[in-house]
């Protein structure tokens, strides 16, 4: 009788156990998910802007790449490489990026071989757009099959076309990491994808 009491008290406290260590489980992944929820939060504020003696107050969206070179994680030099990158893909949508830069189809024709300057339209392509298309073109296929949702994810985010960008540490549990290594890999993932931007920023003479 005595055994069979220990038994039945030996197995009760291997259920408490075993609950106990499922009920820390559930609290570190609400845990983990609540934190990963936050810094998924676009992180705005206002800056002034200062252009020919005029002030402006606007809006700054911190992206993920401006984060890592807040927390020193990340070298400035590879974000302004990435910020003349940036400016190149916008180019590609027709916008305005710098002083004097036309935002619409104005001052440019058609491209139609054989039958001289066509009429002016809204529908004609600019060199600037062209451009830009080519270079993003030209630097997708540098970056290998590997660090292509990476590269996607911070291109599409600095140009402000990414609502929800996956935070560090979603980026390195993709690759198999977990808890404290994941953000730490996803940091080296967007290293390594600023790096190529910054040697093809280079070789193009930007």
Same mark, same amino acid.
């Given at each position: 009788?005595?055994?069979? $009491?220990?038994?039945?008290?030996?197995?009760?406290?291997?259920?408490?156990?075993?609950?106990?260590?499922?009920?820390?489980?559930? @609290?570190?992944?609400?845990?983990?998910?609540?934190?990963?929820?936050?810094?998924? =939060?676009?992180?705005?504020?206002?800056?002034?802007?200062?252009?020919?003696?005029?002030?402006?107050?606007?809006?700054?969206?911190?992206?993920?790449?401006?984060?890592?070179?807040?927390?020193?994680?990340?070298? =400035?030099?590879?974000?302004?490489?990435?910020?003349?990158?940036?400016?190149?893909?916008?180019?590609?949508? &027709?916008?305005?990026?710098?002083?004097?830069?036309?935002?619409?189809? @104005?001052?440019?024709?058609?491209?139609?071989?054989? $039958? &001289?300057?066509?009429?002016?339209?809204?529908?004609?392509?600019?060199?600037?757009?062209?451009?830009?298309?080519?270079?993003?073109?030209?630097?997708?296929?540098?970056?290998?099959?590997?660090?292509?949702?990476?590269?996607?994810?911070?291109?599409?985010?600095?140009? &402000?076309?990414?609502? @929800?960008? =996956?935070?560090?540490?979603?980026?390195?549990?993709?690759?198999?990491?977990?808890? =404290?290594?994941?953000?730490?890999?996803? &940091?080296?993932?967007?290293?390594?994808?600023?790096?190529?931007?910054?040697?093809?920023?280079?070789?193009?003479?930007?």
């Amino acid at each position: 009788m005595p055994n069979d $009491i220990e038994a039945v008290m030996d197995c009760a406290d291997r259920i408490e156990r075993r609950v106990s260590r499922k009920a820390a489980e559930i @609290n570190r992944v609400a845990v983990a998910k609540a934190q990963m929820a936050k810094s998924r =939060k676009k992180q705005v504020r206002d800056v002034v802007i200062e252009t020919a003696g005029s002030r402006h107050t606007g809006r700054r969206v911190d992206t993920t790449c401006s984060k890592m070179v807040a927390a020193g994680t990340l070298p =400035k030099y590879l974000m302004v490489a990435l910020d003349g990158f940036t400016l190149l893909v916008a180019d590609s949508f &027709g916008v305005a990026t710098l002083d004097g830069d036309d935002a619409t189809s @104005n001052l440019t024709g058609g491209y139609e071989p054989g $039958i &001289g300057r066509l009429p002016r339209g809204p529908r004609t392509v600019s060199d600037r757009q062209l451009r830009g298309l080519g270079v993003l073109k030209a630097m997708q296929q540098r970056v290998p099959a590997e660090l292509q949702a990476v590269f996607r994810q911070i291109v599409t985010e600095e140009v &402000g076309a990414m609502a @929800n960008p =996956k935070s560090l540490a979603e980026l390195g549990e993709e690759i198999g990491r977990k808890h =404290k290594q994941a953000s730490a890999a996803g &940091g080296t993932l967007v290293y390594c994808v600023l790096a190529l931007i910054h040697q093809f920023m280079k070789e193009r003479g930007y």
